[in-house]
Protein backbone atom coordinates (compact mmCIF):
# COMPACT_ATOMS: atom_id res chain seq x y z
CA UNK A 1 0.00 0.00 0.00
CA UNK A 2 2.80 2.32 1.02
CA UNK A 3 4.40 1.70 -2.44
CA UNK A 4 0.90 2.67 -4.21
CA UNK A 5 1.36 5.73 -2.17
CA UNK A 6 4.21 6.76 -3.06
CA UNK A 7 3.98 6.12 -6.88
CA UNK A 8 1.12 7.88 -6.93
CA UNK A 9 2.24 11.02 -4.99
CA UNK A 10 5.24 11.26 -7.24
CA UNK A 11 2.78 10.95 -10.33
CA UNK A 12 1.19 13.75 -9.00
CA UNK A 13 4.60 15.91 -8.51
CA UNK A 14 5.81 15.36 -12.14
CA UNK A 15 2.71 15.27 -14.64
CA UNK A 16 1.68 18.79 -14.53
CA UNK A 17 5.27 19.40 -15.94
CA UNK A 18 5.55 16.31 -18.28
CA UNK A 19 4.18 16.35 -21.72
CA UNK A 20 4.95 13.57 -24.24
CA UNK A 21 4.22 13.60 -28.53
CA UNK A 22 4.40 11.00 -30.62
CA UNK A 23 5.15 11.94 -34.17
CA UNK A 24 6.27 10.30 -37.82
CA UNK A 25 9.53 12.34 -39.83
CA UNK A 26 10.88 11.81 -43.06
CA UNK A 27 14.02 12.75 -44.63
CA UNK A 28 16.07 13.03 -47.51
CA UNK A 29 19.68 13.66 -48.41
CA UNK A 30 21.46 14.44 -51.44
CA UNK A 31 25.17 13.73 -50.92
CA UNK A 32 27.67 15.86 -52.96
CA UNK A 33 31.61 15.66 -53.86
CA UNK A 34 33.30 18.39 -55.47
CA UNK A 35 30.59 19.42 -56.66
CA UNK A 36 29.21 16.53 -57.92
CA UNK A 37 26.00 14.56 -57.03
CA UNK A 38 26.94 10.87 -56.00
CA UNK A 39 23.85 9.71 -53.72
CA UNK A 40 20.41 10.02 -51.86
CA UNK A 41 19.56 8.54 -49.00
CA UNK A 42 16.11 8.21 -47.53
CA UNK A 43 14.76 8.18 -44.19
CA UNK A 44 11.01 7.14 -42.54
CA UNK A 45 10.78 7.61 -38.69
CA UNK A 46 8.85 6.73 -35.95
CA UNK A 47 9.79 8.93 -32.79
CA UNK A 48 8.73 10.07 -29.03
CA UNK A 49 9.87 12.67 -27.55
CA UNK A 50 9.00 13.73 -23.74
CA UNK A 51 9.23 17.49 -22.14
CA UNK A 52 9.71 17.61 -18.43
CA UNK A 53 10.69 21.22 -17.71
CA UNK A 54 14.09 22.61 -19.30
CA UNK A 55 14.48 18.74 -20.73
CA UNK A 56 13.75 16.71 -23.94
CA UNK A 57 14.57 13.26 -24.34
CA UNK A 58 13.35 11.34 -27.58
CA UNK A 59 13.56 7.97 -29.55
CA UNK A 60 13.31 7.03 -33.18
CA UNK A 61 13.34 4.27 -35.03
CA UNK A 62 13.13 3.69 -39.05
CA UNK A 63 13.95 2.43 -42.22
CA UNK A 64 15.73 4.12 -45.13
CA UNK A 65 17.49 3.28 -48.31
CA UNK A 66 21.03 4.72 -49.58
CA UNK A 67 20.81 5.23 -53.47
CA UNK A 68 23.75 5.92 -55.90
CA UNK A 69 23.35 8.10 -58.95
CA UNK A 70 21.74 6.41 -61.53
CA UNK A 71 19.94 3.37 -59.62
CA UNK A 72 16.34 3.05 -59.25
CA UNK A 73 14.52 3.89 -56.20
CA UNK A 74 14.06 0.50 -54.39
CA UNK A 75 16.89 -0.75 -55.33
CA UNK A 76 19.32 0.86 -53.45
CA UNK A 77 20.85 -0.69 -49.95
CA UNK A 78 18.18 -0.60 -47.20
CA UNK A 79 19.12 -0.39 -43.04
CA UNK A 80 17.21 0.46 -40.44
CA UNK A 81 17.17 3.36 -38.44
CA UNK A 82 18.09 4.16 -34.56
CA UNK A 83 18.46 7.92 -32.87
CA UNK A 84 18.11 8.51 -29.23
CA UNK A 85 18.85 11.43 -27.00
CA UNK A 86 18.31 14.65 -24.74
CA UNK A 87 18.01 17.78 -25.12
CA UNK A 88 19.15 20.53 -22.11
CA UNK A 89 18.43 24.23 -21.49
CA UNK A 90 20.66 25.58 -18.99
CA UNK A 91 19.60 29.36 -18.11
CA UNK A 92 16.97 30.18 -20.88
CA UNK A 93 20.67 30.71 -23.59
CA UNK A 94 22.75 27.64 -23.46
CA UNK A 95 20.89 24.78 -25.44
CA UNK A 96 23.22 21.07 -25.20
CA UNK A 97 21.97 18.19 -27.79
CA UNK A 98 23.80 15.01 -27.41
CA UNK A 99 22.09 12.00 -29.40
CA UNK A 100 23.13 8.62 -30.65
CA UNK A 101 22.84 7.55 -34.37
CA UNK A 102 23.28 4.01 -35.99
CA UNK A 103 22.26 2.99 -39.12
CA UNK A 104 22.07 -0.93 -39.06
CA UNK A 105 22.88 -1.68 -43.10
CA UNK A 106 21.81 -5.25 -44.28
CA UNK A 107 25.31 -5.48 -46.08
CA UNK A 108 28.11 -3.58 -45.33
CA UNK A 109 28.93 -2.51 -41.58
CA UNK A 110 26.90 -0.40 -39.71
CA UNK A 111 26.98 3.15 -39.10
CA UNK A 112 27.33 4.45 -35.54
CA UNK A 113 28.30 8.41 -34.14
CA UNK A 114 27.29 10.35 -31.10
CA UNK A 115 25.99 14.31 -32.22
CA UNK A 116 26.86 16.51 -29.55
CA UNK A 117 25.39 20.23 -30.40
CA UNK A 118 25.50 23.59 -28.48
CA UNK A 119 23.56 26.75 -29.20
CA UNK A 120 24.14 30.09 -27.22
CA UNK A 121 21.27 32.59 -27.80
CA UNK A 122 22.69 36.10 -26.54
Known sequence: M???????LLFI?????????SYIATRQELWFSDS?????SHHVKIGKSINMDNY??????????DINEGTPVGSGASYDYLRFGFTKTFYDALRVNVNYRSK??????DLNWIVINTKYKF
Open 36 to 40: SYYKT
Open 104 to 109: MKSVGR
Open 13 to 21: LIAPTVSAE
Open 56 to 65: KVFGEFGFGE
Open 2 to 8: SRFFFIF
